[in-house]
């Protein structure tokens, strides 16, 4: 999760909150937070996300993180 944590604020700071890569790691983070049972914040995240991706009209499937390449761009 602090993994998770960690790529959505470079994301966010590098991309920005509206790129579609912030908006898979809001999909990643919102499964996690789904599955500790922390509902609320995952549908927060997952409803962010998915309208980042509607935004720019992609599907989330074809993006992938790669949390080294993040950390590059800082």
């Known amino acids: 999760e602090r993994s998770l944590e960690a790529a ?3 994301a966010e700071r590098r991309l920005g909150p509206t790129h579609p890569l912030t908006g898979q790691v809001l999909f ?3 499964d ?3 599955d500790t049972k922390r509902n609320a ?12 991706f509607a ?3 992609d599907d ?3 993006y992938s993180v790669d949390l ?7």
């Open 60 to 62: 989330p499937r074809r």
């Open 32 to 34: 996690v937070l789904r």
């Open 28 to 30: 990643e983070y919102a």
């Open 55 to 57: 935004a720019w009209g």
């Open 41 to 52: 914040a995952a549908k927060a995240y997952r409803r962010r996300a998915e309208a980042i």
């Open 68 to 74: 080294s390449e993040l950390r590059r761009r800082r």
């Open 8 to 10: 959505l604020g470079i």
